[in-house]
């Protein structure tokens, strides 16, 4: 039977000892760190809410943070779309990421070469929810969504308009 590899396991250099714990203590300092922060160009946009970057010849999928956008097969789910493709699509962005979602995506705030916030922008004109679930404390997005419903903005033209969460959950249950 073989014995699994460690750096830790004798006969190793102490050099390569030394350099496997500081690569470590990095990697769980980075996580301590708070937000990462790169510039990539946005090469796509799959639906309001999520795109792809390309940073260092790699696709990157991006999830907006604290904002939920109505689906491309609901209403008002390819306006969110070309609105925020309108904004971002070819451009040079900031991403400053928060987390990762359990679809491997990174949830992010997307900063616009003008200075402007995306997940803002948004909310702003009416085509994405604040999503108080994962954002909670966000009083920048409550009050720009609190705006954009006073104003009948984008989708809060319509009377009821249904959040993407109730309409992903009908669409699931649909499917049953």
């Known amino acids: 039977m073989m014995r699994g590899y460690s750096l830790f396991r004798r006969g190793h250099s102490l050099t390569l000892r030394i350099a496997g714990l500081l690569l470590y203590s990095l990697c769980v300092a980075r996580v301590d760190a708070g937000p990462v922060e790169f510039q ?42 070309q609105f925020a493709a309108s ?20 949830l992010a705030t997307i900063i616009l070469p003008d200075g402007r916030n995306l997940n803002h922008e948004l909310v702003r004109a009416g085509f994405a929810w604040w999503f108080r ?31 993407p969460w109730a309409f992903r959950d009908a669409t699931r249950r649909a499917r049953r």
């Not at 946005?42 to 689906?71: C, N, Q, Y």
């Not at 954002?135 to 959040?163: F, I, M, Q, V, Y």
Request: net charge positive.
């Open 40 to 81: 990539a160009r946005v090469i796509s946009i799959t639906d309001g809410d999520t795109l792809t970057v390309l940073f260092e010849k790699t696709p990157v999928r991006i999830r907006l943070s604290g904002v939920d956008a109505p689906e491309v097969r609901q209403a008002y789910g390819s306006r969110a779309r």
């Open 87 to 106: 904004l971002a699509f070819g451009k040079t962005v900031t991403v400053r990421v928060l987390n990762t979602d359990r679809y491997g995506r990174k």
């Open 133 to 163: 679930r994962y954002a909670p404390r966000d009083r920048e997005l409550e009050r720009l969504e609190a705006r954009a419903r006073g104003e009948r903005a984008g989708l809060w033209r319509d009377t009821n308009p249904t959040p």
